[in-house]
């Protein structure tokens, strides 16, 4: 199985994790946050765009594109497995 393909089969899915992808659509593109430098006490926006149109690898070191809802999800569940002693599953009645 791909790289890609076990995170969005294992994690994403069974979460619900609907915006989460290594590789984004170009329709998605608008929503990626862009990046901010700290100049003379005033943020001034990066020209790097960190959008890998042109990538064909997942990059599993930094190129996972997310929302705040579906960190939320994936960080809910990784809490509900430390409070039920790694009872809980990505399965979790909480996310159905």
Partial sequence: MPYEEFP???IFEPLGMK???FFPSNEKHDR???IYDA?????I???????RASAKYPA???????????LFRFYQMALDRVEGEGTASFRSPRWT
């Fill in 8 to 10: 969005a089969r294992r």
């Fill in 39 to 43: 100049q003379d006490g005033r943020l």
């Fill in 60 to 70: 599993p070191e930094g190129g996972l594109y997310s929302t705040a809802e579906d």
């Fill in 45 to 51: 926006r990066d020209p790097r765009d960190i959008f």
């Fill in 19 to 21: 915006d989460s992808f």
């Fill in 32 to 34: 990626i946050a862009v």
